[in-house]
């Protein structure tokens, strides 16, 4: 091997090293020049012999090193990875990456040219970015769990992940190494196991290099500035407006909710495509492979995959959506995917379920605010089966539930859900109870009651008001105080 590796530095013509120092390790399934079989076998580098262009593999055997011909790397079965780096180093090597990357190079101008409109892309989506520090920060801490770190120096995209706002349930791994995960993905799922599972499958991609050749492969099928130039014509025109909750966004403790027409020009179908994610059969199968070995080796459950699959097709399923979605193009292509990956009962988390109850609140009032009244009902049940429901929940499902039915039953039971919002406020206010009791007491022509309820409205609100506020609480205030008065006096007059 020094000799070899001597060779490599004065020779001509030089041998190409392809891998750099790598450490596979492995171990041989049959005797190989009077070496039994069973003896451990490292990998240490993978070579290329500039006359016949054939790979070497320079390997170690009890301490003895020497070359094996790509013909005969058969008889080496490989060991399972103990750490991140020979995974990866494994995967590199499993999916020929090593022999890809020195016969096509890296295309370093085509990654720099993708990383520029990826970070323009990134700008606009920070309109729909989630706003909460500690789910934010929990999704990280998984993604870093998975993430790959200096697997390849000729790579030097950042990997990062980020939460954006929408009711989908959406996953993508952008070229230059940034991942989105929506809060609807965040809603659907209800283990971290699922949640890993769709993070690694994602990460595989990234290794895989798919969207770079996704995209060079487009990109030769049209001229550069035409490619670039059309990447994002679906969103160029889109509206930046904000839709906020239009009741008390502090009441619902609830930020910024972004309008699902906003976010649908944003996660178009072309801008996905156009940036590498619309990936072959064959792609998805391969990265889903490795994102299974992925799980088991760090404490994963693998089924998860499967699991999380099977409910973004029920997600679908329900709203009878089979084709067209953004993400995952149809239902079908994510059975056929399962089919691969390997049927799993559907998993449940409590841990999860808690920690992402506020992310179902919040998708839940996205859907109220874009008139999803069926959508917002259905995440709301979520959480009060299983028992995280909170006052805010409670009066979105009573808001959703009046914008859907106008029956004695139903608004009993809209007024029992008051209730028990108010139960779960205890002793603080919640102004935004009170005023969807006004609304659903006049609706069942119960004035008088209204009435009392509108004159404790108004008390709460003089003294939200007495407490100093400014600016748009200030402004909100005097609406409410303005509306709960003329309503006030109309009751009384009738």
């Not at 790579?155 to 980020?162: A, D, H, I, S, W």
């Not at 969807?436 to 007491?441: T, V």
């Amino acid at each position: 091997m020094a000799c070899l590796f001597a060779a490599m530095g004065s020779a001509k013509p030089k041998v190409k090293d392809i891998s750099g120092s790598i450490a596979i390790n492995g171990e041989l399934k049959k005797n190989y020049r009077n070496t039994p079989a069973g003896t451990p076998v490292i990998i240490r580098r993978i070579i290329q012999n500039p006359k016949t262009f054939s790979l070497l593999y320079a390997i170690e055997i009890n301490g003895i090193q020497e070359t094996i011909p790509e013909e005969e790397m058969y008889i080496i079965t490989l060991s399972t990875p103990q750490t991140d780096r020979e995974f990866w180093q494994q995967a590199y090597f499993k999916n020929q990456l090593y022999k890809h990357f020195s016969e096509r190079g890296y295309r370093h101008e085509l990654r720099r040219e993708i990383d520029e409109e990826c970070s323009e892309y990134l700008d606009r989506l920070h309109e729909i970015a989630y706003q909460d520090d500690y789910i934010t920060s929990y999704v990280q801490g998984v993604f870093a769990k998975l993430a790959p770190a200096g697997i390849d120096p000729n790579r030097n995209e950042q990997l990062n992940v980020r939460v954006i706002q929408s009711t989908e349930p959406d996953a993508y791994m952008l070229p230059n190494g940034s991942m989105l995960i929506s809060t609807g993905l965040l809603c659907t799922l209800d283990s971290e196991d699922e949640l890993a599972a769709m993070i690694a499958t994602e990460i595989a991609h990234f290794v895989l290099d798919h969207q770079v050749e996704n995209i060079y492969r487009a990109e030769r099928r049209l001229k550069n500035a035409v490619f670039w130039g059309n990447v994002f014509s679906a969103t160029a025109e889109a509206a930046f407006d904000i839709a906020y909750w239009n009741n008390d966004s502090n009441a619902l403790t609830v930020s910024t909710i972004a309008s699902l027409g906003e976010v649908a020009s944003l996660l178009s179908i072309p801008a996905i495509n156009r940036l590498g994610m619309r990936y072959k059969t064959n792609q998805e199968i391969a990265s889903d492979r490795i994102a299974r070995d992925l799980l088991s080796l760090k404490g994963y459950n693998p089924d998860g995959l499967p699991s999380a699959l099977g409910k973004i097709i029920d997600y679908y399923n329900i709203r009878h959506r089979t084709e067209k979605i953004t993400r995952y193009e149809s239902t079908q292509l994510l059975l056929k995917r399962i089919e691969k990956a390997g049927k799993a009962e559907s998993q449940t988390s409590y841990p999860y379920l808690k920690k992402t109850s506020d992310i179902v609140t919040f998708n839940a009032a996205m859907n109220m605010a874009n008139q999803r009244y069926m959508d917002a009902v259905r995440l709301i049940q979520k959480n009060i089966d299983n028992n995280f429901a909170s006052t805010h929940d409670y009066v979105i499902l009573v808001k959703a539930k009046m914008a859907l039915y106008n029956t004695e039953e139903i608004n009993n039971e809209c007024l029992s859900l008051l209730d028990k919002a108010q139960e779960l406020a205890g002793n603080s206010p919640n102004l935004d109870i009170y005023k969807q009791r006004i609304l659903l007491l006049m609706r069942m022509n119960k004035q008088s009651k209204a009435a009392n309820s509108l004159k404790e409205y108004l008390s709460l609100l003089a003294k939200y008001q007495a407490q100093g506020i400014k600016g748009e609480e200030e402004e909100w205030t005097a609406k409410e105080m303005n509306w709960a008065g003329e309503l006030l006096d109309k009751i009384s007059r009738i």
